[in-house]
């Protein structure tokens, strides 16, 4: 996934931190929506996929979406953190997507090996 600058990604506690910025002319924006450009839900899912793949050093892919909640928009020029939680017994793994501390998504994903599906452990 593209349209986003990561300005870091560490580890944080038992789980990971990625912080990106989203320019006013990315491309995650088109067509969502002409006017009143709001980042979809599917990019929200794209940057936890990032910073999982920045923690474990090695591309991963969905294999599963357990829960997503989208609080609040997100829109162009907005700097966000993505905060992952330690994997739970079945690897599953919380996020929360942030902006200045105030939550703009959560949920929980289920991580797997790229092409492969399944469930990344």
Do not use: N, Y
Request: charged share 20%.
């Amino acid at each position: 996934m593209t349209g986003f600058e990561v300005l870091d990604s560490e580890p944080a506690g038992e789980g990971w931190v990625l912080a990106v910025r989203i320019p006013v002319d990315s491309p995650l924006f088109a067509g969502h929506f002409p006017g009143h450009p709001i980042l979809p839900g599917v990019a929200h899912l794209g940057l936890v996929t990032r910073a999982l793949s920045d923690w474990r050093g090695r591309e991963v892919a969905l294999a599963g979406v357990r829960s997503l909640k989208l609080r609040r928009p997100v829109g162009p020029g907005e700097t966000l953190e993505v905060r992952l939680a330690a994997p739970g017994e079945d690897g599953s793994v919380g996020f929360t997507l942030t902006r200045d501390g105030e939550a703009l998504s959560r949920g929980t994903v289920l991580p797997g090996e790229p092409g492969r599906g399944g469930a990344w452990r």
